[in-house]
């Protein structure tokens, strides 16, 4: 079972060297399956997980410059919000805190801020 995986949204980077893609495995306990994001390696296929411990990773972007990417990932409250990772290295940041849950987003083109849409709160309430 440990080669059963997925690989989806594979995004190039700005320089062309690398790419970021979605890897997702199955979690037999829990019947579900176990997403992250990794950065391979043109020239040497080389692979390096770039997310741990995150629950429904999706949608890798780089910035414009390439020097961070940002993805979505379920927050503590199970909603959907935008996350940015440097990478030089170290912890991604959450930026966004959408009550309703991110659907998508887009880098501005100077990488400078990222424009998103999220689910109206007005429709997902219960009359």
């Known amino acids: 079972m440990d080669k059963l995986y997925t690989l989806s949204d594979p995004q190039i980077a700005p320089d062309g060297k690398s790419i970021l893609v979605v890897v997702a495995k ?3 306990l829990t019947n579900k399956f176990k997403s ?3 950065q391979v390696d043109i020239a040497t296929q080389s692979s390096q997980q ?8 999706s949608s890798p972007k780089w910035s ?3 020097t961070q990417m940002a993805f979505i990932a379920a ?3 199970k909603k959907s919000q935008i996350f940015v990772l ?10 966004t805190n959408s009550p309703t ?3 998508v987003f887009s880098w501005r083109p100077d990488g400078k ?3 998103f849409s999220q689910f109206d709160e007005v429709a997902n309430k219960k009359k």
């Open 86 to 95: 440097t990478m030089a290295g170290g912890e991604a940041k959450q930026i």
């Open 50 to 57: 770039l997310t741990f411990d995150r629950v429904s990773v």
């Open 26 to 28: 199955p979690d037999t």
């Open 113 to 115: 801020m990222i424009a």
């Open 64 to 66: 414009p410059s390439g």
């Open 75 to 77: 927050d503590a409250e």
């Open 101 to 103: 849950g991110v659907l």
């Open 36 to 38: 992250s994001i990794h």
